[in-house]
């Protein structure tokens, strides 16, 4: 069965430093998300992109944080200036219209 | 401000009960997903709702769009079901908020 790939599992970086998280949706599938989840804390959306755009950002998805699809199959994304409360799980979610979502098993983001 | 709302927090059955977990929520949506998430972190879609029942194995999945209130039920639970269970809803099909989770453990 098809599958949405993360990498990498775990990024350990240092504060201040520019990380970019990537993510491999499934092949035919439109639409990407991505979320965080901070440890102990509920999953939080923030970005969703279809057809090369963002369609709706949360208020956490700020000017530090972006979005693309620079080759047609990877979908990444690129937190700037990353602070410590950056630290959190990143998950990449792929999907077509109508239908669920599917999940990566996630990137841990360990700022220093 | 908390668009979605789970109860319970946390719930223990006996292998075999059923379970029902529930989930209200304040904004209008277009659909209510139930995921679950397991022990290692990972996140699984059960279902997608917009309207009525949905069925697949032992999970039942419940909305009344009136009352804004949907119901995950599980039948004849097994230890393997013991993960966290979370509601999440999207008003528009391209924003989503979530539930805090219900985290279940099925003890044999």
């Known amino acids: 069965e098809p599958e949405v790939t993360q990498t990498p599992s775990h990024q350990v970086t240092q504060m201040g430093q520019e990380v970019i998280l990537r993510c491999v949706p499934i092949?035919?599938?439109?639409?990407f998300y991505w979320y965080r989840q901070i440890l102990g804390q509920k999953v939080e959306f923030l970005v969703s992109?279809?057809?090369?755009?963002?369609?709706?950002k949360s208020e956490i998805f700020d000017d530090q944080f972006s979005v693309e699809r620079p080759d047609g199959s990877n979908f990444t994304l690129k937190i700037r200036s990353t602070k410590l409360e950056d630290s959190a799980m990143y998950f990449c979610?792929?999907?077509?219209?109508?239908?669920?979502?599917?999940f990566g098993d996630g990137t841990r983001l360990s700022i220093l | 401000k908390n668009e979605v709302e789970q109860s319970p927090q946390n719930l223990t059955a006996q292998e075999g009960e059923f379970i029902t977990i529930n989930c209200s929520y304040s904004?209008?949506?277009?659909?209510l997903h139930w995921l679950q998430q397991h022990p290692g972190g990972g996140i699984v879609s059960l279902f997608m709702?917009?309207?009525g029942k949905k069925k697949h194995g032992r999970l039942i999945a419940t909305i009344n769009i009136q009352e804004k209130h949907s119901s995950l039920h599980i039948t004849a639970s097994h230890p393997r079901d013991s993960a966290v269970y979370i509601c999440?809803?999207?008003?528009?099909?391209?924003?989503?908020?979530f539930g805090t989770g219900t985290s279940l453990t099925v003890i044999p």
């Open positions: 979610a792929s999907g077509l219209r109508n239908q669920p979502q599917h």
């Open positions: 092949s035919n599938h439109l639409y």
């Open positions: 992109f279809y057809n090369n755009e963002i369609s709706e």
């Open positions: 904004v209008g949506i277009s659909a």
């Open positions: 709702l917009s309207s």
């Open positions: 999440a809803v999207s008003p528009t099909g391209n924003q989503f908020y």
